[in-house]
């Protein structure tokens, strides 16, 4: 039997947030490893910005590569396990 393919317009209307907690909390401050990246190794491949739980990961606006936002990162370490270069270390805080 064949299926009809459906798309998003066939879902039921949601809620959206616009604004969240983040704005209110600085995590950051839970952090005891930050990540670092070598913006020399950095390919490019956005992976670790697909990856963060917390949206701490930004695109640099010079595009050669990303940034954190330690204001929120709270140094889970996943960016730096998913890099696929080794651009991304974690080192303790001071
Ligand atoms: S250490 Fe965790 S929270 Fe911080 S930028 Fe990497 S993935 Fe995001
Ligand atoms: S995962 Fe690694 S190579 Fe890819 S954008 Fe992030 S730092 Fe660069």
Known sequence: MRRELRSYKDL????????????????????????????????????????????????????KGVEFDYDHCKGCGICANECPAGAIQMVPEE
């Open 12 to 63: 039921p209307p949601g809620p959206i947030t616009f604004e969240t907690t983040r704005g209110f909390f600085k995590t950051g401050s839970w952090r005891t490893f930050r990540p670092v990246v070598e913006l020399a190794k950095c390919k490019k491949c956005w992976i670790c910005w697909k990856f963060c739980p917390d949206v701490s990961v930004r695109i640099r606006e010079d595009g």
